[in-house]
């Protein structure tokens, strides 16, 4: 590479958790900066989620992120004029972001009354193995193992 890599930017840790997890899941979580809101939003789904399992909503929290968690993902490349799916291991970061990316994603889209309680049926449904993300997963983990023929192709 020719420039050096960029600085890598120190997240704050939440207040509630102490976690700096959180407080990324939250900034993924926001819309047009309004970052307080994202942050009442989580809170309100952690206080749904303890109310409902009646367990410690941070570690529900942790196993569903885990749980949504892809460790393969497949990449498009051209080689000789036809197009291959290349199966590719993911880096600890992208893994991380794309599993909060899908959590987020999949509770928008979730049937339900305010975003604090899609949020909270999602993570409650991902920590257990179910839910739209841990589908989501489960399919590129899917699709990489169909095309591990080509892996041999990898950049």
């Not at 939250?26 to 900066?33: A, D, K, Q, T």
């Amino acid at each position: 590479m020719r420039k050096r890599k960029p600085k890598l930017r120190v997240i704050a840790p939440d207040p509630r958790y102490g976690d700096p997890i959180v407080t990324q899941f939250v900034n993924n979580m926001m819309w047009e900066g309004k970052k307080s809101t994202a942050f009442r939003i989580f809170y309100d789904a952690m206080d749904i989620i303890k109310e409902r399992t009646k367990q410690d909503e941070h570690g529900i929290w942790k196993k569903a992120l885990n749980n949504a968690m892809p460790q393969v993902e497949v990449r498009s490349r051209r080689i000789g004029g036809a197009t291959f799916q290349i199966p590719t291991e993911i880096r600890a970061k992208r893994k991380m972001s794309i599993g909060m990316k899908w959590l987020i994603r999949f509770s928008r889209a979730r049937s339900g009354k305010g975003m604090a309680e899609k949020l909270a049926a999602e993570l409650i449904a991902a920590s257990k193995g179910e839910g739209a993300a841990v589908k989501r997963k489960e399919d590129t983990h899917k699709m990489a193992e169909s095309n591990r023929a080509f892996a041999h192709f990898r950049v």
